[in-house]
């Protein structure tokens, strides 16, 4: 038995580095300035040279992020932009919000993700852009994703919210479409103490119209030449996301020792799926995902040895009330993906001592239970 394993743990996080984030606190405090200042501005010089690109744009959160691209990007009223079935809904409300419609594709055979020939397989002449999630923290697909909507005209906006230092064939994820947006919400990879988000890009037009409409419309203070919105990272949680960005290669690095260790030890579990990793692909594990035939049984014993599990998603987006009208008529990919999937404890606030105590429980229900 042990004392519970808890799916996420902020706390922990926080003090492994408490004195950074202590001073970055009082450096702010002490500076008097709390919006665009000195701090964002510090911090999108180093996420953009994290990723190799030219440009990040702090936003206020992953989906105004999102919603910002698409917008600056002239997506609207009678476009349509594909988006998986199987991802959180941000991705969705993103299309809403700039008044185009959502058009789904299902997850790839042995995937969680949608690949290139699913998105060209759903094509229509409204089709304006391709909005891949690079899901549980596993590229998309991302170099098809490119070369297809280079060649049919599309805009390619990467949903990299839970991919944070990701790479296909050593190219890290975001830097694939004209644009990527990321979420820092507290429990992503790279997550801040409050909400907050950005963008990336190589292209300096879509960087100014971003940095202009993430603040009213306003280049220079007082001077409207736009509609815009009020989407801006804040100085503080701009201050600890550079704390926890200069541990982000060493978090994801523990991410793939636990998850190397849970598919060595449970590549044998009878009626088990693990996640797959094509070549190519450098996962930085966002989620660690199994399926399995009887996922409620398994999360419920789980459960009573104390090991806490999530299901990401119960449902594919189609399903929710809002998206009904997209919903296919009979049973789904993703609905066949949302009925196994079982996330299992994953990250940097777990010793690999407590990943084989979950490792060994999954595996005592699966030989149970059989195939
Ligand atoms: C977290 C997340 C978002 C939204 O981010 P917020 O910062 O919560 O707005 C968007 N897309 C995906 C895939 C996410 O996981």
Redesign the pocket.
């Known amino acids: 038995m042990n004392d519970g394993i808890k799916f996420l743990d902020l706390q922990a996080i926080y003090r492994q580095d408490q004195t950074a984030y202590d001073a970055a606190y009082r450096r702010v405090m002490d500076s008097g300035r709390w919006i665009l200042g000195p701090e964002l501005e510090a911090f999108e010089a180093e996420f953009a040279a994290y990723g190799g690109r030219r440009h990040a744009i702090g936003v206020g959160?992953?989906?105004?992020?999102?919603a910002l691209a698409l917008q600056v990007a002239g997506i609207g009223p009678g476009d349509e932009v594909i988006v998986p079935a199987h991802?959180?809904i941000?991705?969705w409300l993103?299309v809403r919000q700039c008044g185009a419609a959502p058009r789904a594709v299902e997850p790839a055979a042995g995937s969680y993700n949608i690949d290139a020939a699913g998105v060209a397989a759903a094509l229509t002449p409204a089709t304006r852009a391709v909005m891949p999630?690079?899901?549980y923290g596993a590229p998309a697909d991302p170099a098809a994703m490119q070369a297809l909507c280079e060649s049919k005209g599309l805009l390619l906006l990467e949903?990299a919210?839970?991919a944070h230092g990701a790479r296909h064939h050593g190219v890290p994820v975001g830097g694939f479409g004209r644009m990527a947006?990321y979420?820092?919400?507290p429990?992503?990879n790279l997550g801040a103490f409050g909400?907050?988000?950005a963008l990336v890009t190589d292209d300096d037009a879509l960087a100014s119209a971003l940095r202009t409409r993430r603040n009213y419309g306003s280049a220079v203070r007082y001077q409207h030449d736009s509609e815009g919105v009020n989407s801006r990272l804040d100085e503080l949680q701009a201050a600890f996301l550079r704390v926890r960005l200069a541990r982000l290669d060493e978090h994801n690095a523990q991410r793939r020792m636990q998850a190397a260790r849970y598919a060595a030890l449970l590549v044998d579990a009878p009626g088990l799926s693990l996640p797959t990793v094509p070549a190519g692909d450098e996962p930085v594990w966002?989620l660690f995902v199994i399926r399995h035939a009887q996922r409620d049984a398994l999360q419920a014993v789980l459960k009573d040895q104390g090991i806490e599990t999530l299901i990401h998603y119960p449902k594919p987006v189609y399903r929710f009330p809002p998206f009904a009208a997209h919903a296919p008529a009979g049973r789904s990919a993703g609905d066949a993906v949302c009925d196994e999937c079982l996330s299992l404890p994953i990250g940097p606030h777990l010793t690999l001592d407590q990943i084989d105590q979950v490792a060994d429980a999954v595996a005592a229900f699966c030989k149970g239970r059989g195939a």
């Open positions: 959160n992953g989906l105004d992020a999102l991802t959180f941000a991705t993103a999630v690079h899901l949903d919210a839970q947006a979420s820092f919400y429990g992503k909400d907050a988000g966002h």
